[in-house]
Structures are given as structure tokens and as C-alpha cells.
């Protein structure tokens, strides 16, 4: 049957935090290229070669990595490429991207941002994670994973 042949796996999750800054604190680390990349960017398991981010809507986003000695993939490219969508300052942004590695596109990917105030100069941030995972791919779980590190790294780093 067809459905039993369908190549892509869709998923959706949802990650919720708060962290102990107001909302333009924590939106300012998603749209300052020098504060996204330290978080976003940056990791032992891989070189970044390669890190543009034009924050309006319209604007690229480009981060171009290299597995390393570290990694289950020493020397296989990564590339992650998206577009911004929709931004509201301190509010929301919803970026589209695909994922690829050594050439293989293996996923794209809707994400959405918010930002919401707390109270006490505290925000809440909701992940919204909507994913098309193809051949080859991370998968959801992994994916989920790597976005749980990722707001870890930004928690680290809202409170350095």
C-alpha cells in the first residue's frame, strides 16, 4: 500500500522552559548573531566552518559544521540552512530549515520561538518543533534530544 511505502516521518514536540531573564534578554540570544552562535552554534563534536544569520523576516540563516575527531562522524559535513518566517521582537520567530549531511538532505523542519513574560523579570520560552524527518535521519527522538541541550546551553548562557 501506499501508506505502507510513505518515506517521511512527521513529528511535532513542544519544549517549555523559563529562565530567570526578562523577554528581551531571551530574545536578544536568538536574534544577536554573536549570542546565538556561542549557544546555538558552538560544540565539542563538531567544527563550524561556516555561521550567517540575517535576522528579518526573509533572511538566511546558514551554519555550515564538521564532524570532528569527537564524533561518530570525523570529517562528514554538516549543513543546516533555513529562512526566517515570522518575527515579533521579544515576542516570537518561526524559522523553516533543512538539514544535510554529506549531501543527503535528511530533514526539514518548522520551528517556532515564544517568548513570554513571567513575572519577576523571568520569561517562558515555548518550542514548538514541527518536523519531516526522511531517509537516513536523525529521527524525532534525537531531534528532541539535541533541542533540550540546545535551551540547556541557553539557560547557561542567559545566566554566565
Given at each position: 500500500?501506499?501508506?505502507?511505502?510513505?518515506?517521511?516521518?512527521?513529528?511535532?514536540?513542544?519544549?517549555?522552559?523559563?529562565?530567570p531573564?526578562?523577554?528581551?534578554?531571551v530574545?536578544?540570544?536568538?536574534?544577536?548573531?554573536?549570542?546565538?552562535?556561542?549557544?546555538f552554534?558552538?560544540?565539542?563534536?563538531?567544527?563550524l566552518?561556516?555561521?550567517e544569520?540575517?535576522?528579518r523576516v526573509?533572511?538566511?540563516?546558514?551554519?555550515?559544521?564538521?564532524?570532528?575527531e569527537?564524533?561518530?562522524?570525523?570529517?562528514?559535513?554538516?549543513?543546516s540552512?533555513?529562512?526566517?518566517?515570522?518575527?515579533?521582537?521579544?515576542?516570537r520567530?518561526?524559522?523553516?530549515?533543512?538539514?544535510?549531511?554529506?549531501?543527503?538532505?535528511?530533514?526539514?523542519?518548522l520551528?517556532?520561538?515564544?517568548?513570554?513574560?513571567?513575572?519577576e523579570?523571568?520569561t517562558?520560552?515555548i518550542?514548538?518543533?514541527?518536523?519531516?524527518?526522511?531517509?537516513?535521519a536523525?529521527?524525532p527522538?534525537?531531534?528532541?534530544?539535541?533541542?533540550?541541550?540546545?535551551?540547556?546551553?541557553?539557560?547557561a548562557?542567559?545566566?554566565?
Amino acid at each position: 500500500t501506499a501508506m505502507a511505502d510513505a518515506t517521511v516521518i512527521h513529528s511535532t514536540f513542544v519544549i517549555e522552559r523559563r529562565y530567570p531573564k526578562e523577554p528581551a534578554k531571551v530574545f536578544a540570544a536568538f536574534s544577536d548573531p554573536e549570542k546565538k552562535r556561542r549557544w546555538f552554534a558552538a560544540g565539542e563534536h563538531h567544527d563550524l566552518e561556516r555561521f550567517e544569520m540575517d535576522f528579518r523576516v526573509g533572511g538566511a540563516e546558514r551554519m555550515h559544521y564538521r564532524f570532528n575527531e569527537n564524533s561518530p562522524f570525523p570529517g562528514v559535513a554538516l549543513i543546516s540552512e533555513g529562512c526566517y518566517l515570522d518575527i515579533v521582537p521579544d515576542r516570537r520567530i518561526v524559522v523553516a530549515s533543512s538539514m544535510a549531511m554529506a549531501d543527503h538532505r535528511f530533514s526539514s523542519s518548522l520551528v517556532t520561538i515564544e517568548v513570554v513574560a513571567a513575572g519577576e523579570g523571568a520569561t517562558d520560552l515555548i518550542c514548538t518543533h514541527q518536523g519531516a524527518f526522511f531517509e537516513g535521519a536523525d529521527g524525532p527522538q534525537l531531534r528532541e534530544a539535541g533541542w533540550q541541550k540546545l535551551l540547556d546551553n541557553l539557560g547557561a548562557a542567559l545566566t554566565a
